[in-house]
């Protein structure tokens, strides 16, 4: 485990999957990240790479050859490398291997940097393309925040708080974890989503083309909370487990297959594509209060 921190903010994060586990407010000793009880749902704040969601059949084309990938890929279960390490920051590295070839046919340098500042915590992920092709992929985050955060609130006592009105409905997702053709209403000219469990009752929320690009968790009942900003991360997903005490709020460049997707990599929904040599960099950060 590595340990960064500001004056304000203590942060550890396991080189597996380079994976933010906890995150320390240390004035109030508030501990904002979900507790990764296994019996529920054991991870902290996975990240997504290659995909993000799942691929139909679990499978996509590229250059006429099939590949197997599982859901939101593999970088989650490999062990990272420490690139740098100081008091306030650390960059994890993970590169291609004989593994990784078999079901992501490209060279790559892909780094996960964390850095905190203050009350703040900013995640890097840089995915350089080390080969000789046009390399395609996606990535995201995953982390799951501890909801209720603070003793004497309840789950339905907090609400999102996006900065810009939104008119988005919810993407539904079909099982075995496709992306319907067709969304339902969810917002309509507002910047708020009251919060309750039965929101994932039906898996995540998938929200498209959003105008804002930061959201904060917030209640009337504690001046404690948290604030998102994900800018060029076209895509934001919300969910938990079932009657699980945590929200998770997922900054994605890039979105599982919808129903009627024709898996060709190139094409895609949402995926991102960097030349030889060219490298793709996107920042979300959190600031806890």
Not at 18 to 46: R, T
Not at 102 to 120: L, N, Q
Not at 164 to 188: D, F, M, S, V, Y
């Amino acid at each position: 485990m590595f340990t960064i921190e500001s004056h304000l903010l203590k942060a550890n994060i396991h080189p597996k999957g380079a994976e933010l586990q906890s995150l320390l407010q240390k004035e109030s000793g508030i501990e904002y990240m979900w507790k990764g009880d296994p019996a529920v749902w054991g991870k902290f704040s996975p990240v997504l790479f290659p995909i993000v969601g799942t691929l139909k059949d679990n499978t996509y084309f590229f250059k006429e050859q099939a590949y197997r990938l599982g859901r939101h890929g593999f970088a989650r279960d490999h062990q990272f490398a420490v690139e740098t390490q100081a008091f306030d920051k650390v960059i994890f590295l993970l590169k291609q291997n004989e593994e990784t070839l078999k079901v992501f046919p490209f060279d790559f340098e892909f780094r996960i940097g964390y850095t905190v500042v203050d009350s703040s915590i900013a995640v890097t992920y840089e995915v350089v393309n080390t080969g000789k092709e046009t390399m395609y992929f996606s990535v995201g985050g995953h982390p799951a925040f501890a909801l209720p955060l603070v003793d004497g609130t309840s789950y339905e006592d907090y609400y999102l708080e996006f900065d810009q009105k939104e008119t988005a409905g919810r993407w539904p997702i079909a099982e075995g974890g496709l992306i319907k053709t067709t969304p339902t209403p969810l917002l309509e000219n507002t910047n708020m989503l009251p919060l309750q469990k039965s929101l994932f009752a039906a898996d995540a929320l998938v929200l498209k083309g959003l105008v804002s690009s930061s959201v904060s968790l917030l209640s009337e009942k504690t001046e404690h909370g948290l604030k998102m900003d994900f800018p060029g991360f076209p895509f934001l997903g919300l969910w938990a487990a079932p009657g699980a005490d945590f929200l998770c709020i997922e900054p994605w460049c890039g979105i599982a297959d919808s129903v009627d997707a024709l898996q060709l990599w190139e094409e895609k929904e949402g995926i991102n594509k960097v030349e030889a040599g060219e490298r793709f960099v996107r920042t979300w950060t959190v600031t806890v209060f």
